[in-house]
């Protein structure tokens, strides 16, 4: 960085913040703790109102109005807020390093640590992968510039109001998402009501009915599997389970999809038999799905081979194929641009002359979210195979879906640029903010003033107060009954690895050392202890499933 204005100077966070109150709460209280703090935002959104016997072990932080909290787990988050008045004399987790400023404006020393430069040195500073964390010594020793007293105050209030302009821009920006989607559902509909092409229907009043297409449709269906529900269920749009009685548009006609679309299904063959994987036939997940959804899939994140296809019930679906995610995820829908094979997760549509696969894609996207009223289970919905044989599409002729399907395509593919522009004007509110930052940290948001009192004064007087403060008399160490909790804590960690006899995931260490549910950072805190003192060693060689062994073990 250039040099610093005069008056200016650099001073690491040790020098400038004071030692806060910390012990347990003895009455009812408000918790934050790291859960508390909206990394967007940078605020406190979701304190905790507890009572001291609910209260956590780490909640032992007594903060005031004005304090700063940088999280220490996970620096790269940038979990870090300024405590509000409303929330003075709350307890804060021993999660944060809680900054208290003897020599700057709270929201001075708060634009520092939410700044990259602050994210990217603590994530230089993280230690182990299991937990990382800094610790309150990194983030003290951090230096941030230090303006005279009346010019901070100038620069925080011009930090404010471009700050405020910033984030009415981002609120209006985190908006746009929502009514695009609306948009994009309002188009959907209107595609199936008849609406977008009540002028063309007008202007093409010979086209071949779509009664005359079906009645020349010779179509074989999979005749395996249970039969076709009974059920009648109302969809929002285009599909239906069951016999539908609600008008069609005119010249559209609600017709069995079966009988206009063979239905096949997929299967995932063994992942025990790693010689059946790595081909050149796309297989589609979940994944594939979600990333795809209302698109044409040309490439998968999985390939399996000819052996895999032998050796399962999977089957190589043509190109054309629609493809409706039915467990789990249910509502993802997809075109295959060539021919794949899909996981069991999917109900699979080969279509018919009658009945064309892009109309069939949005027709399914129509029913939105009201899709899974096809399936059944409220924690993991699933739409089975009878009710997706019972499947009804209302349809107009295919002259007609082909116009249908070119309009909606039209139509989100607007929408979608409009979601990239969106995205990329939230990413530049986030640079803007930061070059402000760099502006401000550097002398130059606002003029400087040559009769401000030197920062070097705050710090002399700082120094001063400190000499003439009453010495605290240091108290006699003594191990207290929650400090021997703690070493048996520990011990505890090594003696769940010794009982297992053999290497644990975290989860299950945490499970088997007795932790409360409440205390999965005290765990994880005790673990990079064990860890740092090499009493436990991390195995990483598979980075998806992290392995925990006792040292002697090694």
Request: with cysteine; net charge positive.
């Amino acid at each position: 960085m250039s040099k610093l204005p005069k008056g200016w100077m650099k001073v690491p966070l040790r020098k400038i913040t004071e030692p806060i109150s910390k012990g347990p709460p003895d009455s009812d209280f408000v918790y934050v703790d790291i859960a508390s703090i909206d990394n967007q935002s940078k605020r406190i959104v979701a304190p905790k109102e507890l009572t001291a016997s609910q209260a956590p072990s780490r909640a032992r932080q007594h903060l005031k109005a004005g304090d700063v909290l940088v999280s220490m787990t996970r620096p790269n988050l940038n979990a870090v807020a300024i405590v509000p008045d409303t929330l003075d004399n709350s307890i804060g987790s021993t999660g944060f390093d809680v900054l208290r400023s003897t020599a700057t404006e709270p929201a001075w020393l708060f634009s520092h640590v939410k700044s990259t430069r602050f994210v990217d040195s603590m994530v230089s500073l993280v230690q182990g992968a299991l937990y990382p964390a800094v610790k309150s010594a990194d983030v003290r020793s951090y230096e941030i510039e230090l303006p005279p007293a009346n010019e901070q105050k100038r620069i925080v209030k011009k930090l404010e109001a471009c700050e405020g302009r910033i984030n009415t821009a981002r609120e209006a920006l985190d908006e746009v998402p929502s009514l695009l989607d609306q948009y994009r559902q309002s188009v959907l509909a209107a595609a199936f009501r008849g609406d977008l092409t009540k002028k063309w229907r007008q202007q093409n009043p010979d086209i071949e009915p779509i009664e005359n297409t079906i009645e020349n449709v010779t179509f074989q269906q999979s005749k395996s599997g249970r039969s076709a529900s009974d059920a009648v269920i109302d969809g929002r749009a285009a599909i239906a389970v069951g016999k539908k009685e609600r008008p069609a548009p005119p010249g559209w006609k609600w017709v069995p999809l079966l009988k206009v679309a063979r239905m096949e299904s997929g299967h995932t063959p063994s992942r025990s038999h790693p010689e059946w994987w790595g081909g050149d036939i796309p297989w589609i997940g979940i994944k594939d799905a979600r990333d795809g959804h209302g698109k044409t899939i040309l490439a998968t994140n999985q390939y399996t081979n000819e052996l895999g296809l032998a050796n399962s019930a999977s089957r190589l679906l043509p190109e054309g194929t629609v493809c409706l995610s039915r467990t789990a995820s249910v509502g993802y829908v997809t075109k295959m641009g060539k021919p794949m094979a899909t996981s069991q997760d999917f109900a699979n549509w080969i279509c018919s002359d009658a009945l064309e696969p892009e109309f069939l894609q949005y027709a399914l996207m129509a029913e939105g979210d009201d899709i899974r009223n096809f399936g059944k289970g409220t924690t993991h919905t699933t739409i089975y195979f009878p009710e997706l044989k019972a499947f009804q599409i209302c349809i107009p002729p295919v002259e007609e879906q082909k116009v249908i399907s070119q309009k909606v395509r039209r139509a989100l593919e607007t929408i979608e640029k409009c979601e990239a522009e969106m995205s990329s004007s939230l990413n530049e509110t986030t640079q803007l903010i930061q070059r402000v930052l760099s502006r401000a940290f550097s002398g130059r948001l606002v003029p400087q003033d040559p009769d401000d009192e030197p920062a070097s004064k705050l710090i002399e007087k700082i120094k001063e107060d400190q000499a003439n403060a009453p010495q605290k008399k240091r108290a006699t160490k003594r191990v207290t009954k929650k400090a021997r909790n703690k070493k048996l804590m520990k011990i505890q960690l090594e003696e769940a690895l010794s009982k297992a006899n053999s290497d644990l995931s975290p989860n299950d260490l945490f499970s088997l050392s007795g932790y409360k549910p409440d205390e999965v950072e005290e765990f994880y805190a005790d673990l990079k202890k064990a860890i740092d003192s090499k009493s436990i060693l991390e195995d990483r060689s598979d980075e998806q499933n992290p392995k925990l062994r006792l040292a002697k073990a090694s």
